[in-house]
């Protein structure tokens, strides 16, 4: 992804994003039930790396499937390219981890915008404390092994009941993670710039005491001109 | 509702007036699922306004929707009297948003006395940070036209699998939310005043070290004759 | 429990000892559902008193059920021995509270090493104040005799999907509870000292920018040295 | 409705209606979890007339609730009009009846076109034998009073996860229930007889063993020809 | 239990004897989520002979515990007296089986009543062969061990979120079960046949063709004339 | 497969299949929550030929999808061997149609054995008339792009919460799925061949009247010899 799409995507908000999905007819891009380890971690924005995982089996997933260098978990981990966010299919169970604070760490090292997956996180104190998004529906603190087994990198995955393909942009707040379709990331994060102007706008009136009415939605040309001049001396 | 019941209502838990509501053979009237997003902010006491959601269409929940000055939820945000609790039936259903920081605001300045959804808020980071009561399930960014038809206002509701007629009182604390029926408000406060400084004494007497066997229940006179010098001390 | 395997089990998390319970073939020992209200508490390690419930029944549970001063919560709470962890068996129903705030300062008064519901508790922001390890699946504030009959003591129970017997060692730190068989109790903690010991190496040089390859699975002979010279260092 | 729409709807498949109501952005008007008790009763085909519950209070919801004339659900099954269908807003909880043998018989003799609940009924076993359309979540023996409240009569409602206006056409056959919008019911029972007549020609085809590929959907234009012969060979 | 009260409950319905408990103060005696595998099975009508089941140990859970001759299921199957239910909390979970059909087989040939679970029994297919009651939440083909522990007998148990002690009655009929506290049985018995004469008579009269206004309930006094008739006419 | 193992695995239960399985360490091979449409079909035996869905995206999941000759889902319907049972990942989501009637007649007029989803079906009143085993969650009339998009065939998926591989052997019966690892299927067949005689004579056993004591498990020589007995006789 750009830099300039980057750079404005870090810049709004998830529930912004979603109001600018879903006037393009997207009304399911914003991941259940997954929520920010440290809201207090820098915005999350990236392009998706993806894991997928599948019931574990008892002959399979042993510890000893971590002897193989290409399981899909660990070299996922050496593999995500920097910038790129590292979401994880956990089918919504979070009965055991999908990854552990020694992972997140090198993830972390190596450059990664983010992790992301539906199930949970165990060492989760210790994540908490990393200046990184991470992203879980609960702390859970079973080695990944006794449910999970890692599949395949990179196919597109369900995440937090929400379609992933590779390479789309992740985008995390303190609120959650939506996703963006890769082809359409470039002009949802400009209008999701003007929405923002325009929702920082509205949120300074009301926060004023001003009525919502005629406002929000502006329907009343006063306001319009109000937020034209806002504009102005905001620069935005 | 009349001062004093709101006085004594705001000194008292959430926990001590389900025990009062049961002696009066009330089972279900603390809200399931609903948490406070700012667990610092003021005590929440006041009579319920309703907004009542039914799941959207497509044909109707537009962005459109809103360009009607009597869509309820809009309309009800202008119009819930100050000192009202603001609730919402999102049908236990925190997929996408009942309202969000916008909104939230608008009801603080208005004056309302606090705001409660069974599904969720978006801009929820903004609205931690209101000095405003607000209660909901989970933090939700997708905007609400996606999942909620918002019906009518001040009907009798569902909320938390909870039955709230418009004009109830809904009490607030850090723990969570509880309605008392209109007409026994009063009295079910007085009690709870009375019930609170019998639990604070017996909190008091455990905190030092004292047995719960004859102190709770206070089952020993011994413990009856501290309790009433206690109140003498402490003017309760 | 002797006190060597008290001391080390306050020393490691919830997370290595599932990995060390799992190498010896047990897969459903950490508490789903079940978190800390201060994870700033103590760490939690002691031997399970257990309480079971049922669901209430409203000829049997009612106020007066209390005064029988055999009443199983209440009697509990007295003999729970000081070290132990009370552990309440609530069906994983938190629609109404397990316990609330004077009984959790008693059992902190009386010495217990913490308490545990897959439930929940009433006056739960008093209790995050406690510095006492307290564990549940979220605040509830309806009284218990609302939901739960309390059964008996001191048998084996099923707590957050887990089986606990009398005696079992609980240990929870601020992602959760784990649970270990009483007869391998002394065996998990050594093993659990030398397996933390290796993750805090692995983590330090994963976090000084290492690649996992060969060090996490300790694959490389190169950084077994490593590991050999680091615990001389630093006396572990 | 008029009798031509009425017809036609009672002679298309729920599924088929899903597919054409699809094609006109509806994602959401199949009940969810909702099933026929009598799989073998005619097609139901009728306008909603709908009655609304909210969480039944201890004190308003005594026997002696009935004595009112007015009790919205006694007071519904005697004013639903002939051909039309009962539709109860049971917010999709089943834990208590929502109605029970004699509203059921009372309706079906009153000439209603059937009865839909997302919660449960009583007397299934009875109700099962009637030659009268009845759908439910699951069968549910206690008396209603226990957990349903009933508010109001024919307000908007969701039902099975579905809004449901006054007047919205329920059609329901052995698969379920679907709603359509009352203004497009004319045009969506003509497509959806064309719609029916494609898929028996396809199913026959298929049935007589021929591929898909071409088939469905009918990209070969040997297909399109031999679908025009059947029409006029079985008058469709 | 004495045999005119077991002759009474055989011939009155679950769903009438959730409305004479409910009279008494009772709404929580239905068994949620169990039904029956044969529908055409006898009545059943019994005292609880309870199993109680915890979380398995991979330790303690293994075929060998079979050899044990105390293990509680296979000695509860042999010691379940005739004219008893045995009944099994299974916590709710399906995922494995509570029993199978030759335990099933065997308490039949024993003499039993019935058996209920709120689990799922596996060969549920040869069960619902059986003319014997057997109540279950859903087929569950696994083995026990791989989620039971059998604990022990005879204890109070949960049972289909319902409080279930050794000697209460267990009437089951196709709808399902409901639990009669063992001293009021009798009594609940008597009034429930008085019960299910007006509900048959009212019944009767809906069926042909009258109105339930004035008839259920009967404020009507020209129906309680016309009630009285019916009974002498029908010896009831 | 090879004849002899599908034949033998004909002939024997999923529930007998577990037992033979969890002596080899697995504990999670049968599909939870997914039942039969129809009882009465013949048994189901075959390779997982496996079909992949993630949640479906607005602007990928149009009708115009299935013109696209490579959709994995009519793609699949069309490639699956014969003696195949094409199994489905609906990530246990039933809400909207894992495939229809038409697909399902395909499938069974090529020659495939069977079909399976963790979804449900739509047009099931027609595929329960059909002699094809099929099994789903729940009937389910939406089409499947409002929910469902297909992502690839034939990669290792979850379903009901169990891992498939492709090539892993299915069977099903009146009670369920169970899926076997391909490389045990014919060790497992022949187990489950013995362990059925044995089964067989208990059943026969205990119907007779006979204890379980000694028999079930076979402690008793007694009974071993009359074991053997039974199986010359009857030719096991």
């Known amino acids: 992804m750009n830099q300039d799409t980057r750079r404005k995507l870090a810049g709004v908000s998830a529930a912004t994003l979603t109001t600018v999905l879903f006037k ?3 009304r399911n891009l914003f991941l259940q039930d997954v929520r920010p380890l440290n809201p207090n971690a820098p915005r999350m924005v990236g392009p998706a790396y993806t894991l997928r995982t599948i019931p574990a089996r008892e002959d ?3 510890l000893e499937a971590y002897l193989d260098p290409d399981h899909p978990q660990r070299k996922g981990v050496e593999e995500c390219p920097p910038g790129a966010v590292f979401v994880i299919d956990s089918r919504g169970d979070a009965r055991a981890a999908s990854a552990g604070g020694i ?3 090198r993830l972390h090292r190596r450059g990664a915008a983010g ?5 949970g996180f165990r060492d989760s104190p210790e994540i908490m404390e990393l200046p990184f998004p991470a992203y879980h529906q609960r702390a859970s603190a079973p080695t990944n092994l006794i449910l999970h087994h890692c599949a395949d990198l990179n196919l597109p995955i369900a995440c937090g009941g929400v379609p992933v393909f590779p390479g789309d942009i992740m985008v995390g707040d303190a ?3 939506v996703v963006i379709p890769a082809d359409i990331a470039q002009a949802v994060a400009d209008e999701a710039v003007e929405q923002t102007a325009l929702e920082d706008f509205v949120q300074s009136r009301v926060a004023a005491g001003h009525t919502i009415r005629g406002l929000y939605p502006m329907t009343d040309a006063a306001n319009c001109s109000l937020f034209e001049a806002w504009r102005r001396e905001h620069g935005r």
Chains 1, 2, 3, 4, 5, 6 share one sequence.
Request: glycine share 18%; charged share 30%.
């Open 115 to 119: 992790i992301v997956t539906d199930g």
């Open 175 to 177: 609120e959650g993670v």
């Open 60 to 62: 399979l997933d042993r």
């Open 24 to 26: 393009r007819g997207f």
């Open 103 to 105: 992972l997140v760490t």
